[in-house]
């Protein structure tokens, strides 16, 4: 049983050819966010599952793993009580959309590297981003 306040979490930042996938969510005071697909792991789910699955549920986009990102983890309280996440994050590369989002998210949209870059909300994100296409860069 994972210590009390812990979640897991994992994502996709996901490519296809010079553009980038990201959700819109709506913060706890209802700004918009965009971000990259992410979830809480199932039980007995690995992240590299979790990751796959969420970025299925939340954009529905099938994607393959191409790299382990860097984890992030943060604080955020919710009803008086303080929680630790932390994110396991993947490259990942879009195979075929295959489904329409479940609602969790606001919007899914595909966007340039650029967009993405001014328009993702959180530094670490832009971080996240700027590693997976220097991994990509990399590898062609």
Known sequence: MPEAGLVRSAGGVVL??????????SDIKGRPVWSFPKGRLDAGETPAQA???EVLEETGWW???EADLPTTE??????GRRF???????????LEESGVPDGE??????VSREDALE????PSDVALLSQA???RASSE
Not at 119 to 122: E, N, S, V
């Open 63 to 65: 994607c393959r793993i």
């Open 105 to 110: 998210v606001d919007e899914v949209q595909w």
């Open 51 to 53: 990751a796959v699955r």
């Open 74 to 79: 943060y604080w955020f309280q919710r009803e």
């Open 16 to 25: 296809r050819q010079q553009n980038v996938l990201l959700i819109r969510v």
């Open 84 to 94: 630790r996440k932390t994110v396991a994050w993947f490259h990942m590369s879009a």
């Open 133 to 135: 296409l220097s991994q």
């Open 119 to 122: 328009r993702l909300t959180y």
